[in-house]
């Protein structure tokens, strides 16, 4: 079966500008999470999606928001980019929210470059 | 609060000599453990997972993991090292904090290159 589809592969964007990341997860799975890996910060946990509603929130600014639509396909929009938003986000998805014995299937990532 | 150390950020073998990665953790409940690969402009793949069943998980490509819970660590081993395992390798504890509340915690990675 496919898995973690994440569009596009690359983004190149100006400061101030907004932008737009999608993931398609596994089919059947669904729940998504963003996370955002620089070099400095390491994989920090952005934000989890399951059943089109929010379950979970890392510590980032208002500026990075999210969305899940019914057919568990999530967006996650950045908005007013600054040139500290350049990373690879990555996109996981998984089959139950609650349930810890499943590991995550981590989609290829988008490359976001604000310049 | 839980929370991954990687003891090593870089970890350099010879190809055919043993593979280890340390990794030691802190949780406040019981955790799952995993340990993920990654490869160059790659997303993260799962070699292995420990959800409390043996304390001794195997793993793709090899790879074999320990959970010692009196010493808070959870080791990748891996007896051969061959080049294709050069990457980066991310040990990752999972907790539910309460209710429905859980949580993907990283380490800061470990560079494994193999010399030939």
């Known amino acids: 079966k496919a898995g973690v589809t994440q569009t596009p592969r690359y983004l190149i964007k100006t400061r101030g500008q907004q932008v737009t990341l999608s993931c398609s997860p596994i089919?059947?799975?669904?729940?998504v999470s963003w996370y955002q890996q620089t070099p400095g910060q390491g994989l920090q946990f952005l934000f989890e999606?399951?059943?089109?509603?929010?379950?979970n929130k890392g510590n980032f600014p208002g500026r990075f928001s999210g969305r899940q639509f019914s057919n568990s396909r999530s967006e996650m929009n950045v908005s007013t980019l600054e040139l500290g938003d350049s990373a690879l986000y990555l996109c996981?998805?998984?089959?139950?929210?609650?349930?810890?014995?499943?590991?995550?299937?981590f989609g290829s990532g988008t490359r976001l470059t604000v310049v | 609060a839980q929370s991954v150390t990687q003891l090593d950020s870089h970890v350099s073998v010879s190809e055919g000599t043993p593979v280890l990665l340390r990794c030691n953790y802190s949780?406040?409940?019981?955790?799952?453990l995993f340990w993920y690969v990654q490869h160059p402009n790659k997303g993260l793949q799962l070699l292995l997972k420990?959800?409390?069943?043996?304390?001794l998980v195997k793993g793709i490509n090899g790879f074999e993991a320990e959970f010692k819970k009196s010493e808070t660590s959870f080791h990748l081993t891996k007896p051969s090292a061959h080049m294709s395992d050069a990457a980066e390798y991310f040990c990752?504890?999972?907790?539910?904090?309460?209710?429905?509340?859980?949580?993907?915690?990283f380490g800061k990675g470990t560079l494994l290159t193999v010399n030939p």
């Open positions: 996981a998805s998984r089959y139950s929210y609650a349930d810890s014995n499943y590991g995550y299937t």
């Open positions: 089919s059947g799975h669904r729940s």
């Open positions: 999606y399951f059943s089109e509603t929010q379950r």
């Open positions: 949780s406040s409940y019981s955790p799952s």
């Open positions: 420990y959800t409390s069943a043996a304390t």
């Open positions: 990752v504890v999972g907790e539910n904090s309460g209710g429905s509340n859980y949580k993907l915690t």
